[in-house]
């Protein structure tokens, strides 16, 4: 009992399970049934090896009924046989054979959507707003056979009043050219679009965490601290794994950063398939970047480049760093010479924590556009407005510039995008130790990859540093006494400690000796945890603060000491680094490793 919305639900889910999951679309259909109350069910042959998530089938289910709200139109062809197999090979047919006898295809088209045989009889609405809605009803997956069944309800929509077509007559009558091969290529070659464990992120504006939790690259923000677990399952990402930790030491051969032990390197997304990939002796490049807004750079802005010259030294890989002056001027009240003034300022500072000149590369946006622009070309190809909005939270006030942005972030994930530094290889794979408030980026970016034809980046992503002031946002580079600046004197750093450093510790000494410092909100504690790098000594103090034993006053002493150090070491490696070691880390040059 076949109705026209029966068939068309039928292609247009078929079309989505191809678009998502990324099979080839000729020779895959093995059934479809329609049943009474607007049940379809359709069975293909995939390529996946286990069931789909149900993230993909959320996907499937949204870009189905994505198209149904298109009202794209519905078109008919009647074709050759031997001149469709010619140009098209097999893709329109479905798993059974067509007679031999049959010369003529009646073919049905959605553009760049569906292309399919069907039954010239067969009777199709004639776009496909003919269905308000789709919903899934079952999923079931062989894995033997690598068979999916889908079955879903639709709701027609009679308020519409679509025209139905009989195939083969609306094929004789239809007078548009037929499709090129050009524009059925992308269904035979799609490969789906990674929502395995790249989860849809919520736009920016949801509440998704802690309390009224919002996390996106230009805002933290959140009640009462943010919540990295839920996070990590929001993003879709992995926790780092004691496993993969474990795994991580065996091949390095040494300790990892007290900072992944710590846990705060806490998330990855692939970083377990690097190290298989360089287990087996292929070599990663890492890319890490900064977003030059200010002169001064506080302790916060450290940290992700100390990591990333401890991956640079474990793994002895070459490295890029993006300095994005054009964000800055997009995003901030600022002229634009100046974001790329800064951006030079800030690259001394980068370069003082001792990255090897021979294997690191380090470029302004404006400066090296032209190298990066068939990459961002290519991405921005790949990822529609919607898409752009839904990750970002991009407004209709939003300038333009902003829009187009993220492409250029996502390009130097690839190799293609350095074709001097990292001598034309075409597809290294990529590593980008980030804060996890960049992962939107990188979701993007490693959707598009699979249909690029390359790898998709790896990532390992640290949680916030927090403010002076408490746990709950970032610091910020404007309000000077959240945060300790790399230009800050030693009697500054004393200062702002015992001033304005938020404590955990009792009221009076007595309660403090009786019931101790609550660890998780004292920010004394905190900044030990990330500048402490002696584990035992930090063990102790947790254990002797947290008991009462040390008193607030003590553990900011030890605070005190520890970046007074740091802050002055800093201050003399980077008085240290010329203008011509600045211009020999952005000159454009063949970088050095071994392979
Ligand atoms: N957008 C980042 C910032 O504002 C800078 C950046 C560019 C970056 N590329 C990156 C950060 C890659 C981490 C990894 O700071």
Same mark, same amino acid.
Request: charged share 25%.
């Given at each position: 009992? +076949?109705?026209?919305?029966?068939?068309?639900?039928i292609?247009?889910?078929?079309?989505?399970?191809?678009?998502?999951?990324?099979?080839?679309?000729?020779?895959?259909?093995?059934?479809?049934?329609?049943?009474?109350?607007?049940?379809?069910? #359709?069975?293909?042959?995939?390529? #996946?090896?286990?069931?789909?998530?149900?993230?993909t089938?959320?996907?499937?289910?949204?870009? +189905?009924?994505?198209?149904?709200? =298109?009202?794209?139109? $519905?078109?008919?062809?009647?074709?050759?046989?031997d001149?469709?197999? /010619?140009?098209?090979?097999?893709?329109?047919?479905?798993?059974f054979q067509?007679? /031999?006898?049959?010369?003529?295809?009646?073919?049905?088209?959605?553009?760049?959507?569906?292309?399919?045989?069907?039954?010239?009889?067969?009777?199709?609405?004639?776009?496909?707003?003919?269905?308000?809605?789709?919903?899934?009803?079952?999923?079931?997956?062989?894995?033997?056979?690598?068979?999916?069944?889908?079955?879903?309800?639709?709701?027609?929509?009679?308020?519409?009043?679509?025209?139905?077509?009989?195939?083969?007559?609306?094929a004789?009558?239809?007078?548009? /050219?037929?499709?090129?091969?050009?524009?059925?290529?992308?269904?035979?070659?799609?490969?789906?679009? %990674?929502?395995s464990?790249? =989860?849809?992120?919520?736009?920016?504006?949801?509440?998704?965490?802690g309390?009224?939790?919002?996390?996106?690259?230009?805002?933290?923000?959140?009640?009462?601290?943010?919540?990295?677990?839920?996070?990590?399952?929001?993003?879709?990402?992995?926790?780092?794994?004691?496993?993969?930790?474990q795994?991580?030491?065996?091949?390095?051969?040494?300790?990892?950063?007290?900072?992944?032990?710590?846990?705060?390197?806490?998330?990855?997304?692939?970083?377990?398939?690097?190290?298989?990939? @360089?287990?087996?002796?292929?070599?990663?490049?890492?890319?890490?970047?900064?977003?030059?807004?200010?002169?001064?750079?506080?302790?916060?802005?450290?940290?992700?480049?100390?990591?990333? !010259?401890?991956?640079?030294?474990?793994?002895?890989?070459?490295?890029v760093?993006?300095?994005?002056?054009?964000?800055?001027?997009?995003?901030?009240?600022? +002229?634009?010479?100046?974001?790329?003034?800064?951006?030079?300022?800030?690259?001394? %500072?980068?370069?003082?924590?001792?990255?090897?000149?021979?294997?690191?590369?380090?470029?302004?946006?404006?400066?090296?556009?032209?190298?990066?622009?068939?990459?961002?070309?290519?991405?921005?190809?790949? $990822? &529609?407005?919607?898409?752009?909005?839904?990750?970002?939270?991009?407004?209709?006030?939003?300038?333009?510039?902003?829009?187009?942005?993220?492409?250029?972030?996502?390009a130097?994930?690839?190799?293609? /995008?350095?074709?001097?530094?990292?001598?034309?290889?075409?597809?290294?794979?990529? #590593?980008?130790?980030? +804060?996890?408030?960049?992962?939107? @980026?990188?979701?993007?970016?490693?959707?598009?990859a699979?249909?690029?034809?390359?790898?998709?980046?790896?990532?390992?992503?640290?949680?916030?540093?927090?403010?002076?002031?408490?746990?709950?946002?970032?610091?910020?580079?404007?309000?000077?006494? &959240?945060?300790?600046?790399?230009?800050?004197t030693?009697?500054?750093?004393?200062? !702002?400690?015992?001033?304005?450093?938020?404590?955990?510790?009792?009221?009076?000494?007595?309660?403090?000796?009786?019931?101790?410092?609550?660890?998780?909100?004292?920010?004394?504690?905190?900044?030990?945890?990330?500048?402490?790098?002696?584990?035992?000594?930090?063990?102790?103090?947790?254990?002797?603060?947290s008991?009462?034993?040390?008193?607030?006053?003590?553990?900011?002493?030890? #605070?005190?000491?520890?970046?007074?150090?740091?802050?002055?070491?800093?201050?003399?490696k980077?008085?240290?680094? &010329?203008?011509?070691? $600045?211009?020999?880390?952005?000159?454009?040059?063949?970088?050095?490793?071994?392979?």
């Amino acid at each position: 009992m +076949a109705t026209p919305c029966g068939s068309l639900a039928i292609n247009i889910l078929k079309g989505a399970l191809v678009k998502v999951i990324g099979f080839p679309t000729g020779r895959s259909t093995i059934g479809m049934k329609q049943s009474e109350g607007n049940k379809v069910r #359709l069975t293909v042959k995939t390529t #996946l090896t286990s069931k789909p998530n149900d993230a993909t089938i959320a996907k499937v289910m949204e870009i +189905a009924n994505e198209k149904c709200k =298109a009202a794209v139109p $519905v078109q008919f062809f009647n074709i050759q046989r031997d001149e469709a197999e /010619a140009l098209y090979g097999e893709c329109m047919y479905d798993k059974f054979q067509v007679p /031999a006898e049959i010369k003529t295809l009646t073919v049905l088209y959605i553009d760049g959507y569906n292309f399919n045989c069907v039954r010239p009889d067969a009777e199709y609405p004639r776009n496909t707003s003919a269905i308000s809605e789709m919903t899934l009803k079952k999923v079931k997956f062989q894995t033997s056979k690598q068979q999916l069944e889908v079955q879903v309800v639709y709701t027609p929509n009679t308020s519409a009043n679509v025209p139905v077509v009989n195939a083969l007559k609306s094929a004789s009558e239809n007078t548009n /050219a037929k499709p090129t091969k050009e524009a059925i290529e992308p269904l035979i070659t799609s490969t789906g679009m %990674d929502t395995s464990n790249d =989860a849809p992120p919520a736009p920016s504006t949801e509440k998704k965490g802690g309390k009224n939790q919002i996390v996106t690259p230009w805002m933290v923000s959140s009640d009462d601290g943010v919540d990295y677990n839920k996070l990590i399952k929001d993003y879709g990402s992995q926790p780092l794994s004691d496993e993969l930790i474990q795994r991580m030491e065996k091949i390095i051969g040494q300790p990892v950063h007290p900072w992944i032990r710590r846990g705060i390197y806490f998330s990855h997304r692939d970083l377990n398939v690097m190290l298989d990939m @360089y287990e087996k002796g292929t070599k990663f490049y890492l890319y890490t970047g900064r977003g030059p807004s200010s002169e001064a750079l506080h302790l916060g802005h450290l940290l992700p480049f100390m990591f990333t !010259k401890w991956l640079q030294d474990v793994f002895k890989c070459p490295l890029v760093i993006q300095l994005t002056d054009d964000e800055k001027f997009l995003w901030k009240d600022l +002229a634009l010479d100046e974001c790329h003034r800064l951006g030079y300022e800030n690259s001394k %500072d980068i370069i003082a924590m001792g990255f090897d000149m021979k294997k690191t590369f380090i470029f302004s946006d404006l400066n090296y556009i032209q190298h990066l622009y068939p990459t961002v070309l290519e991405i921005q190809k790949r $990822v &529609t407005f919607n898409q752009a909005r839904g990750i970002f939270g991009f407004t209709d006030s939003d300038n333009i510039g902003k829009q187009a942005f993220p492409a250029i972030q996502a390009a130097p994930s690839f190799s293609r /995008a350095f074709k001097i530094p990292l001598k034309g290889l075409a597809n290294m794979p990529c #590593l980008i130790p980030c +804060a996890i408030d960049q992962d939107p @980026y990188f979701r993007m970016t490693r959707d598009v990859a699979p249909r690029m034809k390359l790898h998709k980046p790896a990532l390992i992503h640290c949680k916030f540093f927090p403010a002076l002031q408490g746990q709950n946002t970032k610091m910020s580079a404007s309000a000077v006494n &959240t945060a300790v600046y790399c230009t800050d004197t030693a009697k500054q750093i004393k200062k !702002k400690i015992n001033k304005h450093a938020f404590s955990g510790g009792q009221d009076t000494m007595e309660k403090q000796r009786e019931l101790g410092a609550n660890l998780e909100v004292d920010i004394p504690y905190q900044w030990l945890r990330f500048f402490l790098m002696d584990d035992d000594r930090l063990k102790e103090i947790g254990e002797k603060y947290s008991s009462g034993e040390m008193l607030t006053g003590e553990v900011k002493k030890e #605070l005190i000491g520890v970046l007074q150090a740091l802050v002055k070491n800093h201050q003399e490696k980077r008085a240290a680094v &010329t203008d011509e070691i $600045v211009q020999e880390f952005h000159k454009v040059r063949e970088l050095e490793w071994e392979a």
